[in-house]
């Protein structure tokens, strides 16, 4: 059950973090808004992911953030939604640029994450095993 609340209070915050930002990048002709919010969702998931990879694991916080606060922020459907408004606006290029670059972005931003997280976490680890 505490694992669930968790997901609840992590996915409140990001979906209001969300909204935020959605309200504050706001364009006519490019869904720049959830382009952003894609990509530091993913960047975010990644040193989330990553900093667990290398440390002590609290048994809730990954839901709290990864599950939660990740899946709250990022939104799949919007994405989908816009992309398909596009199409039907005739802005075939638009639309092409928006699925590769959150795809490509995403997965960038993922990877960047992980690497970032293993840097510090792996290092801080390796420097902990070294003054024992």
Known sequence: MKAYLAVFIGGFIGTLCRYELS????????????????????????????????QQKKRFVYPLIGTGFCGGFTTMSTFSKETVFLLQAGQFTSSMMYILLSV????AAALTGLIIAQQLFHQRKQQTKGNR
């Open 23 to 54: 309200q504050t990048v706001l364009s006519q002709t490019f869904p720049y808004a959830t382009l952003i919010e894609n990509v530091l969702g993913s960047l975010f998931l990644g040193l989330v992911t990553g900093s667990f990879m290398f």
């Open 104 to 107: 490509f972005a995403g997965v």
